[in-house]
């Protein structure tokens, strides 16, 4: 059964700190990977997109990696500013099965940024 | 370049009501998706149309249901409300399909809707 898993669940940080969020996924065949941010109240905003061959893809302070062969990815913040607070959410595409739309969805990461 | 418009906001109804939801994408996109998102599933997957015609559809009861029309513009409606269809309904454009595609999709900030 094709699964994304995101870990932590939650996570609280100070400003300026660094954190690491974890995405461990099952799809098969793999196509892209995607970061999500989602502010509150707020709909998804697109950070990155992997494919297969990608390992690495930055966006400002976010780095996304890719192990296609662990099946696993993780996204990167550095010098966390407030405006980080938010959930991630990881997302990954299937060439076929998956879901029905072809993507498969973490339940995401809250993200807290403390003064 | 306008992004994705959903309305409205937020919306109050009652169980047994039905409710429209309307998405306008971004110009020029021609798939247009449903999600659901609640605080213990994360978002799932309601359907998918492109160029007026459903792709796809998740698994939900036939309660809800969808139209896209010419201009790609889109509309969700859930009849006889339950208690349980209280979420935020996102709906999502992009250029492709998002099976395969390397095009990220675009999302609206949504419609919250509450069921009394």
């Known amino acids: 059964k094709n699964q994304v898993e995101q870990s932590p669940q939650s996570l609280i940080i100070l400003e300026g700190k660094n954190c690491t969020l974890q995405?461990?996924?099952?799809?098969?065949?793999?196509?892209?990977l995607r970061w999500y941010k989602q502010d509150t109240g707020r709909g998804p905003v697109s950070l990155t997109i992997?494919?297969?061959?990608?390992n690495t893809k930055s966006n400002g302070r976010y780095t996304a990696t890719l192990d296609a062969d662990t099946k696993q990815s993780s996204l990167h913040i550095t010098a966390s500013q407030l405006s980080d607070s938010a959930s991630y959410i990881c997302?990954?595409?299937?060439?076929?099965?998956?879901?029905?739309?072809?993507?498969?969805f973490g339940k995401g990461t809250h993200l807290i940024i403390q003064p | 370049k306008a992004g994705v418009t959903q309305t409205p906001r937020y919306l109050i109804k009652t169980r047994g009501q039905q409710v429209t939801l309307s998405c306008s994408p971004i110009?020029?996109?021609?798939?247009v998706s449903w999600y659901q998102q609640t605080p213990g599933q994360g978002l799932q997957f309601l359907f998918e149309?492109?160029?007026?015609?459903?792709?796809n559809k998740g698994n939900f009861p036939g309660r809800f249901s969808g139209r896209q029309f010419s201009n790609s513009r889109s509309e969700m409606n859930v009849s006889t409300l339950e208690l349980g269809d209280s979420a935020l309904y996102l709906c999502?454009?992009?250029?492709?399909?998002?099976?395969?595609?390397?095009?990220?999709?675009?999302f609206g900030d949504g419609t919250r809707l509450s069921i009394l």
């Open positions: 999502a454009s992009s250029l492709f399909s998002p099976r395969g595609s390397n095009q990220p999709q675009h």
């Open positions: 995405c461990n996924y099952t799809v098969s065949p793999f196509s892209n």
């Open positions: 992997m494919t297969f061959s990608e």
């Open positions: 997302v990954v595409s299937a060439l076929s099965g998956g879901g029905a739309d072809g993507l498969t």
């Open positions: 110009s020029g996109h021609r798939s």
């Open positions: 149309y492109f160029s007026e015609t459903q792709r």
